[in-house]
């Protein structure tokens, strides 16, 4: 539907300012991020007086014992990363036996992938817990609390719609590629990883791109695993035990937040073309 | 022979990984929740368990803070929803104009949904409490001194608004990606016989974009329905009301009252019993979704 010259620059005016307010809450993250503690209660909205006052931020923020904001960042970079690897290459594994056997056992399987996603994490959580501390009490391998058991999780509830994903991407592949491989004698294995894996890149991104943001900004499922207080801190725990900390320290609180912001939003001016791919083909699954 | 056994080694060796943990975080903690759901589970190490029946449902029914909570988050959903997809569809319709900065805009429009929901909860509690009373000073608006969230209806609607600001842009994309595949010579004959701007959008792009409607529709009511982060951070409840005779948390969605029947009140029996109610009702929806798919289907 064109419109004319004249409505054109109306709805270009339009629009610009329901962008700048679309903008402004991260405004007012940035300009108090930059502000002493007086001035963040006096002056909220104006630019900051001075901007060398976030260096004296910055370093409250690492010195503080509760919010203990680097080795929370060294534990999300540890975890989402770690994540991502194993639900990339376990997920396109999965799906590529799913599709290239044609039996029962395979269909049921996926079948149960895909009906799980239904199933919302608030209904798993009470019993998860619980369970982890059964396994922890029953073979001895500690699940709450720590890196690796956070991660497995992570697995568990991400590799759902990650098979999914990769399960229509690789229906398109054709066989006859894998086929000639294995004339020429390479092992099954060596198939996937040599020739197949490759191949999958496209999905693969947008694969990692859902679920990095999503593990980057997760909260539910840290609290739960890692628990409160725990040496063992994600961002968003770190930001919501510093938050709820008796007295609010809004200066370091929008630092804080700005720094949590500022990997995603860097992500995203990068890889944007993606990540809003990968986030449409998420939503319409 | 040795051919299909190798065959069989990696299917279940490839699958394994994956599945083992899909099965032990998600499968047997949602069978585990069923049983519990009957027991008077306390989710402490080495407690007993004993079948109890029906009591803990018994219990939620009569159980006003959760028939308010769950009141709030069907109106919440059902308002969020159309609110979110109202304001999508409209920027939709603006960044698919011929404007100079139209890519600028959808990359601005989309940017709050790269911010997590707890992170987004502590920037609009600051912005409630903080930077629109001030604002509002400025102006010499009295209404806007007052914080939002200090009272139950404000809050809602705090609420709402944060949920647009997250969930509209990435809505909009899903406009987009509609609104582009309506075909452009089917407009311009329409406009050639005279139909106006909004007789050609009410008669040929909306029947057209019909799916991405459901599509959007559904996705926003069910995510408006769990939403449990930006809860916490924005409100976690507050403030206190008066509902039926009691005291209740006024922006107490159904995913945080869960949690807090089990962690705040230590009733971890009676919280699993309140989730799997939850989610029945999510999978009802989604039943229904699918039931309209599928008719659509048909009539192609």
């Known amino acids: ?285 | 022979m040795r051919k299909s056994l190798q065959d069989r080694l990696v299917f279940w060796g490839f699958l394994i990984p994956t599945l083992f943990a899909f099965v032990m975080v998600i499968i047997i903690p949602f069978v585990l929740g069923i049983y519990y759901s009957f027991t008077n589970w306390k989710g402490a190490a080495g407690a007993a368990i004993n079948f109890i029946g029906l009591a803990n449902y018994r219990a939620v029914l009569h159980d006003t803070r959760f028939f308010y909570s769950f009141s709030l988050t069907a109106a919440y959903a059902l308002v969020a929803m159309a609110v979110i997809n109202l304001v999508a569809f409209g920027l939709a319709l603006l960044v698919t104009q011929e404007l100079k900065l139209r890519n600028l805009y959808r990359t601005g429009f989309f940017l709050p949904n790269m911010v997590g929901g707890l992170v987004l909860g502590y920037i609009w509690q600051f912005i409630y409490n903080a930077a629109l009373p001030e604002l509002g000073k400025a102006l010499g608006a009295s209404f806007l001194s007052r914080s939002m969230l200090a009272a139950p209806r404000s809050a809602f609607f705090a609420m709402i608004m944060v949920s647009s600001w997250q969930y509209a842009g990435y809505i909009m994309m899903i406009y987009v990606a509609a609104l582009q595949g309506v075909p452009q010579d089917l407009l311009e004959a329409a406009a050639i016989d005279g139909a106006g701007w909004w007789q050609r959008l009410r008669h040929i792009t909306l029947p057209m974009i019909a799916p991405a409607f459901t599509v959007s529709s559904f996705f926003t009511l069910v995510n408006s329905f769990k939403m449990f982060d930006t809860n916490v951070s924005l409100t976690n409840g507050a403030p206190i009301t008066e509902f039926m005779g009691e005291s209740v948390f006024s922006t107490e969605l159904l995913a945080l009252n869960i949690y807090k029947t089990a962690y705040s009140f230590n009733d971890t029996a009676q919280g699993q019993a309140k989730a799997i109610i939850f989610f029945v009702v999510l999978v009802t929806i989604s039943l229904i979704q699918v039931f309209l798919n599928k008719r659509r289907e048909v009539e192609m």
């Open chain 1, 1 to 285: 539907m064109k419109a004319k010259r004249g409505i054109l620059i109306i709805l270009e005016c339009l629009t610009a300012l329901l962008f700048l307010l679309f903008f402004a809450p991260f405004y007012i993250v940035l300009v108090n991020a930059f502000k002493s503690r007086v001035e963040v209660l006096t002056n909220v909205l104006g630019l900051p007086h001075d901007w060398g006052q976030v260096v004296t931020n910055f370093k409250a923020i690492l010195g503080n014992g509760n919010l203990r904001f680097l080795s929370a960042t060294v534990n999300s970079v540890i975890i989402t990363v770690c994540s991502l690897a194993i639900i990339a290459v376990f997920s396109a594994m999965a799906a590529w036996v799913l599709v290239r056997t044609k039996n029962r056992a395979s269909q049921s399987i996926f079948a149960l992938y895909v009906a799980a996603m239904v199933i919302p994490f608030q209904v798993v959580m009470l019993p998860l817990v619980s369970w982890m501390r059964i396994i922890y009490e029953t073979v001895g391998i500690p699940m709450l609390r720590t890196h690796h058991g956070l991660i497995f999780a992570y697995l568990g509830f991400g590799c759902s719609l990650s098979i999914f994903l990769y399960h229509g991407f690789i229906k398109g592949i054709p066989v006859e590629l894998e086929q000639a491989a294995v004339v020429d004698g390479c092992s099954k294995p060596g198939v996937f990883f040599r020739i197949v894996f490759p191949l999958l890149k496209p999905i693969t991104v947008t694969v990692l791109v859902l679920n990095g943001i999503w593990i980057w900004n997760d909260y539910l499922l840290p609290l739960l695993m890692l628990g409160t207080g725990n040496a063992i801190q994600t961002i968003p725990l770190a930001i919501s035990g510093f938050v709820g900390s008796f007295v609010k320290q809004w200066e370091l609180i929008m630092l804080a937040l700005l720094l949590a912001i500022v990997p995603v939003v860097i992500l995203y001016l990068f890889a944007q073309k993606y990540i809003i791919k990968g986030m449409i083909e998420g939503a319409i699954k």
